[in-house]
């Protein structure tokens, strides 16, 4: 039944904003509220200000990024042009101190993130704790008991895990990536279109790659809940076994192809990575032998490539994180809302 319906009827909600002096055990008689329709609004209604915290602390990172660029390019010109020594300590000064500062903004950052993710674990687990608890016949059965066990041990720890860094992390990676790009057009903007013009390969097979990666690690999680009802239903019999031995096969299969698009789409992006670096240095080399740019652009604009490749892979992961969980997400809700139709029934 649509979790939708739920909302007209009364409940006795779970506070989503409890912080820990929530009680820890919920009475086995209480009343499960109904969860929001997406993943995301969720997220909103269990952290919204913490994400707002979260977003402040990563733009000051990623704004801070393209400050050790600027820095190589200046020492490396003044090293080769100039010959001034004493600037040069100057900035290695200044260099480690921006690379200490945002180091330390973004340890505070991912223990943010951290405790954020903990919290809604924490949240869901006591759920999914009312859920089996419950006196409901409903919850009792071995179909339930099995989604339960599933629910309560592995379901929850990877939803509660994405959400702390749910808005962060795109907005992170994705502002790493328009920074750099825009550093890299200041410079000069002939290197930086080769840099992109080899880079827009990634933009077609990741995407490809990616969507099957998704569907298949969708149908592993449909699988593996229906092993643990099966494990829990106890039943014996050659039926049985033959029909849990094939879907362990099936999951050994799906794994299997995750692994192989999930490595051919990491060598592909490390390919298209070192095009680029070559690209910077044919392009980069002639313009320094044209005397249009300094040395120091070229060694800037080969930091820059590695400061893209690693927030565009982050990005993929992230992207395919969003779909996973809000699959879980999706299995979870409707369980959880189901159960408390159910109770409510019981009731009348």
């Known amino acids: 039944m649509d979790g939708s319906l739920l909302r007209h009827v009364a409940y006795s909600p779970i506070n989503q904003q409890s912080d820990e002096r929530e009680p820890v055990c919920r009475p086995a008689r209480a009343v499960i509220s ?4 997406n993943i995301f609004s969720y997220i909103l209604e269990t952290s919204g200000w913490h994400q707002l915290w979260l977003v402040v602390l990563t733009v ?5 990024e393209i400050v050790p660029l600027e820095l190589q390019r200046r020492v490396v ?9 004493s600037l040069i300590v100057v900035l290695c000064a200044i260099y480690a101190g921006t690379v200490l500062l945002q180091g330390g903004i973004k340890l505070i950052l991912n223990l943010y993130r951290s405790w954020v993710s903990e919290r809604a674990i924490r949240n ?6 009312v859920l089996v608890s419950s006196s409901s016949a409903a919850a009792s059965g071995p179909e339930a008991e099995g989604i339960q066990a599933s629910m309560i041990v592995a379901e929850v ?21 328009a920074s750099v790009l825009a550093y890299m057009i200041h410079v000069e903007i002939w290197i930086a279109g080769t840099a992109v013009v080899l880079f827009v390969p990634q933009l077609v097979f990741v995407p490809l790659m990616q969507g099957a990666i998704n569907r298949r690690i969708r149908s592993r999680v449909q699988i593996i809940r229906q092993l643990s009802v099966s494990v829990v ?16 096969q099936h999951v050994f299969e799906l794994n299997i192809g995750v692994f192989c698009l999930k490595f051919s ?38 930091s820059a490539i590695g400061k893209i490749t690693d927030p565009w892979g982050d990005l993929v992961n992230y992207f395919r994180d969003v779909n996973i969980t809000h699959v879980k997400f999706s299995l979870l809700r409707d369980t959880v809302d189901q159960q408390g139709l159910d109770q409510v029934l019981d009731k009348t």
């Open 34 to 37: 109904p969860m929001p329709d």
């Open 60 to 64: 000051i990172v990623f704004l801070l």
């Open 77 to 85: 010109n003044d090293l080769t042009k100039h010959g001034n020594f």
């Open 124 to 129: 869901l687990r006591r759920r999914v704790h």
């Open 157 to 177: 720890e990877s939803i509660g895990g994405f959400i702390g860094g749910s808005i962060s992390e795109p907005l992170l990676q994705g502002g790493i990536l």
């Open 233 to 248: 239903d106890g039943i014996k019999g050659d039926v049985a076994d033959r029909t849990a031995d094939e879907r362990i």
């Open 265 to 302: 789409m990491n060598f592909l992006m490390n390919l298209s990575t070192q095009l680029q670096i070559i690209g910077v240095l044919l392009v980069g080399g002639w313009a320094v032998y044209a005397e249009r740019l300094e040395i120091g652009g070229v060694v800037a604009f080969i």
